[in-house]
């Protein structure tokens, strides 16, 4: 099956002004907001900017070593390989690129801006990377208001399309998916009138506060979320918009993975639903949540962070070091009691959310599983009716 890396190819001499932007190829600049630019693409929009082609040649001769994604660095290689030479990428211009790590606020924010030389502008919000205080800012989005990287993107859009003065789409993968819906949808409506739509892949959503407020009902419609079929991300808190399912030919988180995601011509390859799985886990997760207030999912994600952040690791992978283990378990000892009673209450909930959910699991799972009985059944029939006919025919 076909992926991205075959789309680039199989389009790489259709300019963008005689088959204007589509899905896939949002999907492709927004999967590049993961390159590691550093000073290779301006923070301005002025003159000094960088094309695909140039900063993909780049990557290709020097290699990939910090890319942000974890162990795609061929995929990332391949896919550099077909952009260096593509008539449809290879021009367009990337300019302001934006990168904050800051443990202090716990922010971890990156975008860039992609100019096409017709159309719209392409503004692309990176997901979260390995650190520690990326994954800790997800997760303070099931009780906060406003995370710092949602603020920064916001504002970054904003600046960014009044510079412009042109139509944009926003996009991003995973929590960039995330940056994208919310940079659009509380953007000033001057700002918004020039966002023609939004493209979230598998960005999780908002929470039961933010999801409420009127401004979602403003772009509601111009919000295009897609996620895999066994969704673990983009399925998480609440979504106005309806998802559409792409086939992916991986398994379980990874699935997570764009490279997965199958395409054919100039169009991902959808499935009618997700897999029961998911839906279980969307379930629960949102039952667990509802029972948790917000104040409680502070003290539980605050207090596992300070365990974490004991140790020397910034990156998620330092962690299973031997001294930074030890220095965890050193910190869980030294957990004051109100904090532990409240995790522990927490995992109680998560069990009860899912016992209770299990059942709709199960009844689907069922349904499924005759269906495909029926459906066999049929097909067995039927051969049998055409193995007659064709019987019949021999003995005239």
């Known amino acids: 099956m076909a992926n991205m890396i075959d789309y680039v190819r199989w389009r790489g001499d259709i300019p963008f002004h005689q088959v204007p932007l589509g899905e896939v190829d949002a999907l492709v600049l927004s999967y590049l907001s993961y390159m590691p630019f550093g000073s290779l693409v301006s923070a301005d929009y002025g003159e000094k900017t960088a094309t695909i082609a140039q900063v993909a040649a780049y990557f290709y001769e020097n290699g990939l070593s910090s890319s942000c994604m974890i162990d795609s660095e061929e995929s990332d290689c391949l896919l550099m390989d077909a952009l260096r030479t593509s008539v449809r990428f290879g021009s367009v211009q990337i300019a302001g690129f934006a990168d ?14 992609f100019m096409p030389e017709t159309g719209p502008a ?53 929590k960039g998916g995330n940056l994208a819906a919310y940079a659009g949808v509380f953007a000033p409506e001057d700002v918004q009138a020039d966002i023609q739509c939004i493209y979230n892949f598998d960005g999780p959503g908002f929470n039961e506060q933010v999801f409420a407020l009127p401004e979602f009902k403003r772009l509601n419609m111009r919000i295009h979320t897609f996620v895999p079929q066994s969704s673990m991300i983009g399925i998480l808190l609440w979504h106005a918009e309806p998802f559409t399912v792409v086939r992916s030919d991986a398994g379980g988180l990874l699935q997570h993975n764009p490279y997965s995601w199958q395409v054919m011509g100039g169009r991902m390859l959808t499935l009618p639903e997700r897999t029961n799985e998911s839906r279980f886990a969307e379930e629960t997760i949102k039952h667990w949540l509802s029972e948790l207030q917000p104040e409680a999912r502070s003290t539980i994600i605050d207090g596992i962070y300070s365990v974490l952040s004991a140790s020397d690791g910034r990156n998620i992978s330092d962690l299973f070091e031997a001294k930074n283990v030890r220095a965890i378990l050193r910190a869980v000892g030294t957990m004051d009691e109100e904090t ?50 064709n019987k019949k025919e021999n003995n005239v």
């Not at 406003?146 to 003065?165: F, G, K, W």
């Open 340 to 389: 532990k009673d409240v995790i522990v209450d927490a995992f109680r909930r998560l069990g009860s959310s899912l016992k209770e959910t299990i059942p709709d699991w199960l009844d689907r799972t069922t349904d499924q599983l005759f269906t495909m009985i029926a459906q066999k059944a049929t097909d067995k029939e039927m051969k049998r009716e055409l193995k007659k006919e």
């Open 122 to 174: 392409f503004i692309a919000f990176r997901g979260t990377d390995s650190t520690v205080v990326g994954w800790k800012e997800d997760f303070n989005m099931s009780f906060s208001r406003e995370v710092p990287a949602q603020r920064t993107a916001l504002a970054y859009a904003a600046q960014a399309i009044r510079v412009l003065d042109r139509p944009v789409i926003l996009g991003g993968h995973s």
């Open 100 to 113: 904050r790590y800051d443990e202090k606020t716990q922010e971890q924010f990156s975008a860039v801006t």
